[in-house]
T-cell receptor
Framework: DSGVTQTPKHLITATGQRVTLRCSPR?????VYWYQQSLDQGLQFLIQ???????AKGNILERFSAQQFPDLHSELNLSSLELGDSALYFC???????????FGEGSRLTVL | GENVEQHPSTLSVQEGDSAVIKCTYS??????FPWYKQELGKRPQLIID?????GEKKDQRIAVTLNKTAKHFSLHITETQPEDSAVYFC???????FGTGTRLTVIP
């Protein structure tokens, strides 16, 4: 158990819909990262937050947004969903500086 | 931005043999280089990492070497075992950029 909690574990929805993925980081970790992993693909970095502020942004679509709340949990919002958005979305946390990432179990999104 | 290339994409070895996976990066500002192992259906987990002030690091059967001048780092697994079968990812630029992964299969 990494200490990072992601919900929901599985989500099936239709094209055009909006979903919210939630992540609670490991106790004491200030930084949260979001990654997208499509079938048999690598980890695509979406966005990173540190202590409530956006720190780095990757190839995150404009239809996607995220935030980190004062209690350090984070949410990733995916809107106007398309079939190609079907993927495993991982959240990871770290203390803040360059170092080990602790990954959650992932949220598997299926868009039909 | 950073570009991380990882080779090979697939690797099959006989149990007991060694496996080597290599990554190259482009951003000379990168100074933290981790390797993650992802078993089928599981989350990635760190197996070893190295910082730019060190050239090599070992942890039992696993080692990582770093050549900052050439901008590449490699994962070495010796005496491979079937449980080493997984996908391995390298990363650079503070975990923001991952390699495309190497699927390692250890044949018993």
């Amino acid at each position: 158990d990494s200490g990072v909690t992601q919900t929901p574990k599985h989500l099936i929805t239709a094209t055009g819909q909006r979903v919210t993925l939630r992540c609670s980081p490991r106790s004491g970790d200030l930084s949260v990262y979001w990654y997208q992993q499509s079938l048999d693909q690598g980890l695509q970095f979406l966005i990173q937050y540190y202590n409530g502020e956006e720190r780095a942004k990757g190839n995150i679509l404009e239809r996607f947004s995220a935030q980190q709340f004062p209690d350090l949990h984070s949410e990733l919002n995916l809107s106007s969903l398309e079939l190609g958005d079907s993927a495993l979305y991982f959240c990871a946390s770290s203390e803040g500086g360059p170092g080990e990432l602790f990954f959650g179990e992932g949220s598997r999104l299926t868009v039909l | 931005g950073e570009n991380v290339e990882q080779h090979p994409s697939t690797l099959s070895v006989q149990e007991g043999d060694s496996a080597v996976i290599k990554c190259t990066y482009s951003d000379s500002a990168s100074n933290y280089f981790p390797w993650y192992k992802q078993e089928l259906g599981k989350r990635p987990q760190l197996i070893i990492d190295i910082r730019s002030n060190v050239g090599e690091k070992k942890d039992q059967r696993i080692a990582v070497t770093l050549n900052k001048t050439a901008k590449h780092f490699s994962l070495h697994i010796t005496e491979t075992q079937p449980e080493d079968s997984a996908v391995y990812f390298c990363a650079a630029k503070d975990n923001l950029f991952f390699g495309t992964g190497t699927r390692l299969t250890v044949i018993p």
